[in-house]
């Protein structure tokens, strides 16, 4: 069965450290996959995608997630994270012929120290 | 562009209560899906229509909750009777339904707390 798997489920770093959100899924087809985050009270925004191609994909807010076939991950990072990036963040991952449905990871609470 | 319109933001109603979710997805997409996302947990597919027609609603726990998208825009969610295991953000989400444009956007989300 297809699924993703965010195997962190808090995350706990320094303003202005680096950062990365793990991520592996399990899909027999190449999937396409998202990074989504949720601040509180809200819906979740398209931070990033991956469908084909390249593999290191550039999204929103300065963040990038590089798409690993041999290692099944596509982890989400950040160079230097800001207090505004607290937040939770979800991968997502379907595949073609999958009926455009998403299945979500649970999710990864990312603390940011002052 | 306006994005995926939902109402009410929040409603706290009683068990054995009856309640509707509304949604307004971005103009010109096909999917609507209807998600139910439980505190810490992902979130999680109810209902997914393409147009006006379901494509798949097999996790929608059909003796309590129903779904519409009549004119292939706005959808209804409701619940009737709410159990206190219904307490939970309902996010909208659309997508434009073709191949190649997977993404979906989602609402703001209702929260029903169920007491």
């Known amino acids: 069965a297809q699924s993703v798997t965010q195997p962190d489920i808090h995350i706990t770093v320094s303003e202005g450290a680096s950062l990365e959100l793990r991520c592996n899924y399990s899909?027999?087809?190449?999937?396409?996959l998202f990074w989504y985050v949720q601040s509180p009270g809200q819906g979740l925004q398209l931070l990033l995608k991956y469908f084909s191609g390249d593999t290191l994909v550039q999204g929103i807010k300065g963040f990038e997630a590089e798409f690993k076939r041999s290692q099944s991950s596509f982890n989400l990072r950040k160079p230097s994270v800001h207090w505004s990036d607290a937040a939770e963040y979800f991968c997502a991952g379907g595949f073609t012929g999958g009926g455009n449905k998403l299945t979500f990871g649970t999710g990864t609470q990312l603390k940011v120290e002052l | 562009e306006a994005g995926v319109a939902q109402s009410p933001r929040y409603k706290i109603i009683e068990k054995r209560q009856s309640v509707a979710f509304w949604c307004n997805p971005i103009s010109g997409h096909a999917t609507l899906y209807w998600y139910q996302q439980i505190l810490g947990q992902g979130p999680k597919l109810l209902i997914q229509?393409?147009?006006?027609?379901?494509?798949?609603d097999s996790q929608l726990p059909k003796d309590r909750f129903s779904a519409e998208r009549l004119k292939g825009v706005d959808s209804t969610l409701k619940i009737q009777p709410a159990k206190l295991e219904d307490s939970a953000v309902y996010l909208c989400?659309?997508?434009?339904?073709?191949?190649?444009?997977?993404?979906?956007?989602f609402g703001p989300g209702t929260r029903l707390t169920v007491t």
């Open positions: 229509f393409q147009n006006n027609g379901v494509v798949d």
């Open positions: 989400a659309s997508s434009l339904g073709r191949s190649g444009s997977y993404e979906q956007y």
């Open positions: 899909y027999g087809a190449t999937p396409y």
